[in-house]
């Protein structure tokens, strides 16, 4: 029996990473793979990211493009000959290569039994499965699609992710219609694999944390005009513009050094309970993308200036638009924020993503009547509004976080260059 060789696993590229997509091999079958080059291109539930090679040899392909691997298991080996070559040298090779591809590709996950309607018989006796990429059939059986009646594109006419959801988009399948028919004429479009982690995440972050809301008005005079002042020289000296969210991603950053217990997790594992303080602060940043919602983070923020997180918010939205994160760039956050001011967004409630302790929403600034003792007059005026996990924190330390954050905004006090 022919050895397949070194396993290719998918590493844990975040605390809550459970899967990834396979956007695109960069290495083909059979193709002899250094130590540290670039093998493929996956997507998680936060960004695209590259996976190198930790060894070398001929790489023999498991999953395709399109397919959900798990964290920790085999998607592909490295081999110390040729797979081809052995294959045009003897025949028997090829077959017993590819059905432990296949018996192996089976069992990634739980999900990859077959369904009920799906076999095919051959010579009206033995059952044969039908060849098709976990993905696949996950898509397939969620839409009542009979296996037998799709074409595969794959390799050896492998039914791969792409197959159901191009059935998907030129049809609506019984199985809509249980409950209320769909409109004329309504377009059903597949879920990409990046917004389908995303409704996992939230859905159980609501289903599993305890979570309570607190708001504070900020007045962003003094903020506004020292970045008035400071804009010209910031793009004259480092060639970016400076951003409000530069002074929040500070502000919350230091505040958060004062409320240590706010910079941490709720642990709830099978050896018990426990909450975990963090040594730095990593904010997230929420940002929009074509494809979805990306949190690049910047790591130890308390450390830095605002010249400093100005350069690196600049380069890590850049990369997020580009799809380009690489995976330190989207781990370890502590604490997130959400800005929806570009958009006109007065104020809004941001879910919290597990396992930080809170978000903080941004919402756009207006010009307001103040009335402060007894004088009147016109300032412009933000609302935020902070997320917390309830298992975490009481609602007295996320009031005591939201005023000393309100203060520090206010203060025009500010750590710059």
Sequence with gaps: MIKLGKEITLPKMGQTMEEAEIVEWMKKE????????ILLEVQTDKAALEIEAEDEGYLQIISREGENIQVGSVFAYLSDSDVEKVESEDQNSESEIENLKQNHTQNLKSDTLPLNNVSERNNGSQSKRIPASP??????????????????TGTRERIVLQDIQRILSKQVTSSEFKHEPLPLGALKRPVSQMREIIAKRMTESIQQVPQFQIKK??????????????????????????SVNDFFIQAVALTLKDHPHINASFINSHQGCHIEEYKHVNIGLAVATDKGLLVPVFHEVETMKLVDIAKKRNDLVKKAQQNKLSKHEVEGGTFTISNLASLDVEEFTAIINPPETGILAVGCTNKEVVANNGDTYIAPILRMTATFDHRTIDGVDGAKFMRDLKTRLESGDWKII
């Design 135 to 152: 993905a696949a059939r996950k898509l397939a059986r969620k839409n009542n699609i009979d296996l037998q009646h799709v074409k595969g």
């Design 217 to 242: 008005s900020v007045d962003m005079t003094s903020l506004l005009n020292t970045r008035k002042t400071l804009s010209s020289s910031f793009e004259t000296s480092i060639g970016v513009k400076l």
């Design 30 to 37: 059979g193709e002899y793979v250094s130590k540290g080059e």
